[in-house]
């Protein structure tokens, strides 16, 4: 069953061409809609709902045609804009029934619809409070539970991460995961952070310039090789064991990652491996142990969506693998010294 | 023995949805509804309902005290005034309404950027349109249709001729249906041409009494210099001028223009035409701006 289809779909307005001939695919489940800023994906949401013609080519959603059921594809889809769009004087309970009764439900059962979606997105008594006087994470629920209150088959997020901090993020990504999973509704979110969809999504399109640059299932963009990242701590023997090991393990033939972290604070105690096998764990934990050094973590770590792409875009600087697996860069002993210096305040 | 279930505790999950769906013309209900108990603050809070319902009593009740004195003056035969002049001598209350809450009715949905949410539902943008303008005359209506039902139920009890009364009041209603949808329109640009509450509010009152002031100072020279004739087409520049001009001409109104003349009906019909096609304007305005504050 395909939820969207879109057929060389094109849109251009008088000096931007916002989609090319796009042409799409995508089934039930979480789909990650990734692109920058002005790739297209507001517009292709926007013709997706039926309120912006495309300029040529064709688009379905849930085998209906965007042209001439526009109403009754927004009777089954919920959007969720990217930007605030909740009037700060009302009641989430207020407002939600609202908008579900604006989608069509009967005054009784948008109220009962609206007390069941304001629980499943996390908001419990507050949602009796003006909204004006919300978190911003409490501003994405309600957000969120006006676009499930009518129970769609298709929800389309817009950057629904956005603002958010940390553990916010974390908590609207298993939400939007339930979506699917538990509620049985098919999810589209586009997002600018290939990190955060990756956890998400069963599949990922990306758009760049209005084109189709590549829509595969996540899994395939991550399972291209395994990584192992390792952390040993440092002896006297060893004053810096990051980079002991390091020299040990290129020494018995393992391949290095210079990976995502490069360049953040504290990824340069952190080794990436690149795991071909069983044996590579026992060749990992045999050189720690030779070494004498306490290895604080080993874990594996799939590949990041970010890393296939820097793979494919040779310009990106500090991303792409070192030939040879020898990750030797110009910033590596400043974030040594670093990391000593931490290490000798703790101890 | 069977297990006492009013004691557990049930996580029923996600319930799907399976029941009806009513579809645009009940969401466009709703809107409408929904806009027009906000115009009187209901279901808003508190707060909001001070002002509108200040400005409804303060409608009614010089209709109360009309009929009061007809009915304890011996000897009465009619109401002190016509009810096709209440509205105009009330036209300050009915701006105030209209100033106050046109901009409530649209510019919160603009600035709040809650338009897309509309849009991004069944209903089109005429469906928004036609709802929102259609709540914004019918509080109006209900702002100036009320006082007019009081003044039609006191002359009855103060047994007045029923014919005569129940004419007048006919009237009166034609003449305030006219003037609500008028008034609803220039209100509903102008709050919908900003999405700053303040403006809106300003700018009503401007387009109201600006074009008011000057009709009746131009009016007021051009009858002390004895120009007659240009005092009829010059009540063709503002909107309760306007509303006066038409109900002179066809409703059986005083003019409260200078020397009480008012248009005849060739005039009126002009005032009608200008009338009807300022409403229709404000509607195909309204159109044009949703079409860009879309999502």
Known sequence: ?347 | MAPDTSTQIHNIGYRSYDGARLGRSYARKSLFSQSLRGAYGLGRSAKSKVLPMILFAVMCVPALILVAVAITVPGSTELPIKYTTYALTTQVVIGLFLASQAPQSVSRDLRFKTVPLYFSRPIERVDYVVAKFAAMASALFILTATPLLIMWIGSLLAKFDFGDQTKGFGQGLVSVLLLSLLFAGLGLIMAALTPRRGFGVAAIIAVLLIPYGAVTAVQGIAYSTGNTGAIDWMGLFSPITLIDGIQTAFLGATSAFPGGEGPTAGTGFVYLLVALGLIAGSYAALMARYRKAGL
């Open chain 1, 1 to 347: 069953m395909t939820v969207i289809a879109t057929e060389s779909l094109s849109k251009r307005y008088p000096r931007v061409t916002a989609l090319d001939r796009l042409s799409l695919d995508i089934g039930p489940g979480v789909t990650g809609l990734v692109g920058a800023n002005g790739a297209g994906k507001s517009t292709l949401i926007k013709i997706l709902l039926g309120l912006s013609p495309a300029t040529e080519g064709s688009a379905a959603v849930l085998g209906l045609d965007v042209t001439t059921h526009g109403s009754a594809i927004r009777e089954r889809v919920g959007y969720m804009p990217e930007h605030d769009c909740l009037p700060p004087d009302v009641s989430a309970t207020e407002f939600v029934v609202h908008m579900a009764r604006m989608s069509g439900l009967p005054p009784t059962a948008a109220r009962e619809r609206t007390a069941d979606t304001l629980r499943h997105v996390g908001l419990y008594e507050e949602r009796y409070r003006p909204i004006g006087g919300y978190s911003t994470g409490m501003k994405q629920r309600v957000k969120l539970a006006q676009a499930l209150v009518h129970d769609p088959q298709l929800v389309l997020l817009d950057e629904p991460t956005n603002g958010l901090d940390p553990v916010g993020r974390d908590e609207m990504l298993g939400l939007i995961r339930r979506i699917y999973t538990d509620f049985g509704i098919s999810v589209l979110v586009t997002s600018h952070l290939l990190g955060e969809l990756e956890r998400t999504c069963d599949h990922v399109v990306v758009v760049d310039g209005g084109k189709l640059l590549r829509s595969s299932s996540t899994s395939d963009f991550t399972q291209s090789t395994a990584t192992l990242a390792v952390e040993v701590t440092d002896s006297d023997e060893h004053p810096d064991g990051t980079a002991a090991l390091r020299k040990a393990l290129t020494g018995v033939g393992l391949t290095l990652h210079a990976g995502e972290e490069q360049g953040l604070p504290g990824a340069g105690h952190v080794l990436l491996v690149e795991a071909t096998g069983d044996q590579t764990y026992d060749t990992v934990r045999d050189t720690v142990a030779d070494l004498g050094l306490g290895l604080v973590r080993m874990e594996q770590r799939r590949h990041h969506i970010a890393e296939v792409f820097r793979d494919n875009d040779q310009s990106v600087p500090g991303g792409q693998p070192v030939p040879g697996g020898q990750p030797v860069l110009g910033d590596r002993p400043v974030h040594t010294a670093q990391q000593k210096g931490a290490g000798s305040d703790g101890a």
